[in-house]
């Protein structure tokens, strides 16, 4: 079992950014890949980025390759996602997902089994 709390959301200006964390407690939290995937008001949840659980291996969605960053601290544990060069487009609530699945990445919301409350990041324009 697994339990995630994100935090660090808030509103920002375009251009602007915020680092997301994840806290996440359980005892084999070390071997879980994590993602992090966000909705927009009246839209699907979308993925938005993955890590594997070393660390090792990173996916990102298209929309934000170049400007977030996720990461890991397996000791903490806690998982991160840093955000640069916001845009009002990545304007929704995120969510930080957690599953023991073996194949990477895991971009498919469906193949979460554990999720957070979620965390809303507001970009200005």
């Known amino acids: 079992q697994v339990q995630l709390v994100e935090s660090g959301g808030g509103l920002v200006q375009a251009g602007g950014s915020l680092k997301l964390s994840c806290a996440a407690s359980g005892r084999s939290f070390g071997t879980y890949t994590v993602g992090w995937f966000r909705q927009a008001p009246g839209k699907e949840r979308d993925f938005v980025a993955a890590?594997?659980?070393?660390?090792?291996?990173?996916d990102y969605a298209d929309s934000v390759k170049g400007r977030f960053t996720i990461s890991r601290d397996n000791a903490k544990p806690m998982v991160y996602l840093q955000m640069n060069s916001l845009k009002p487009e990545d304007t929704a609530v995120y969510y930080c997902a957690a599953d023991n699945l073996k194949h990477f990445p895991i971009v498919l919301k469906d193949e979460y089994d554990y999720w957070g409350q979620g965390t809303q990041v507001t970009v200005s324009g």
């Open positions: 890590i594997s659980w070393s660390g090792r291996s990173t």
